[in-house]
């Protein structure tokens, strides 16, 4: 079976806070992508990062971070320093060999940063 | 950088109409995917198309069809629509259909029906 489970429904912390959004996964594949996309209120899904099933490498880009650990089957997203453009609905999705062409997406985190 | 285009951006129909949505990819990219985002829901998977041919087929009604044509771009067409057809309607490109490639998505078209 395959599923994206992001536990928390809603977020909201004052700016310049930092923030987590958590994200765990279910595969029976090997060959796997995880991705974060970015759904702002003008409803587009923007691409933030995707990550392969062989590379456990934490990632860094400005002020968002990526911790992916396959022991724990998670792949949890960290905004530093919050702002209120960050203010947006968050996806964590799978990719997987044996179902190539769908991308599964987890609920949604819905992150409000307060000024 | 060129991104994904659909239009049209909003539509409003009324039940049992038809509608045609269209998907135009990022340059060179072979690969199409149709999602539908229903109110407070997350993106579930239609249809893609891989070179011209059907690659793979998710939760798509059979009131809906899609086809991609030779300059790769792609057409949802919806017949006698529902109240519940109402939703986010994405299409996503990316470069092959392979595992590790990225889908790009595009802004999406907003269907109402009334």
Redesign the interface.
Known sequence: AQKVTQAQTEISVVEKEDVTLDCVYETRDT???L?W?KQPP??????LI?R?SFDEQNEISGRYSWNFQKSTSSFNFTITASQVVDSAVY?CAL???S??????????TRLSIRP | AAGVIQSPRHLIKEKRETATLKCYPIPRHDTVYWYQQGPGQDPQFLISFYEKMQSDKGSIPDRFSAQQFSDYHSELNMSSLELGDSALYFCASSLEQGVGETQYFGPGTRLLVL
Do not use: W
Request: hydrophobic fraction near 35%; charged fraction near 20%.
């Open positions: 060959t796997y992508y991705f996309y003008s409803g587009e899904l923007v691409f995707r392969n996806f990719r997987q060999d179902s190539a062409s769908k991308i599964i997406f987890g609920s949604g």
